[in-house]
């Protein structure tokens, strides 16, 4: 079993940036591709970003992309989302999923990891 928590949501203004990060236990860390989905209320989860157990392979969902960075941190078992000029279109609670080694899927069904999320709300 893989345990996942995030952290560094909060409350922000349009235009300004945030860090998510969440640390998974219980595997091999660098064994593990990582992604990050997003749910807002009544909307479903979209993929955000992920990154390959490698560190090669990243991909983006086209409303983030130039905005968000994800990255990880394998000595820390973390994985990064920086959130650049956020809009209130991003307000969401973000989640934190994993998968073994494969590259990086965009649907929540190819990730059998999940954490419990971090509320994220962008005020105009």
């Known amino acids: 079993q893989v345990q996942l928590v995030e952290s560094g949501g909060g409350l922000v203004q349009a235009g300004t940036s945030l860090r998510l990060s969440c640390v998974a236990s219980?595997?091999?860390?660098?064994?593990?591709?990582m992604a990050w989905f997003r749910q807002a209320p009544g909307k479903e989860r979209e993929f955000v970003g992920g990154?390959?157990?490698?560190?090669?392979?990243?991909k983006y969902a086209d409303s983030v992309k130039g905005r968000f960075t994800i990255s990880r941190d394998n000595a820390k078992n973390t994985v990064h989302l920086q959130m650049n000029s956020l809009i209130p279109e991003d307000t969401a609670v973000y989640l934190c999923?994993?998968?073994?080694?494969?590259?990086?899927?965009?649907?929540?069904?190819?990730?059998?990891?999940w954490g419990q999320g971090t509320q994220v709300t962008v005020s105009s």
């Open positions: 999923a994993a998968r073994g080694r494969l590259g990086v899927a965009v649907t929540r069904n190819d990730y059998p990891y």
């Open positions: 219980g595997r091999t860390f660098s064994a593990l591709t």
């Open positions: 990154i390959d157990w490698t560190g090669g392979g990243i």
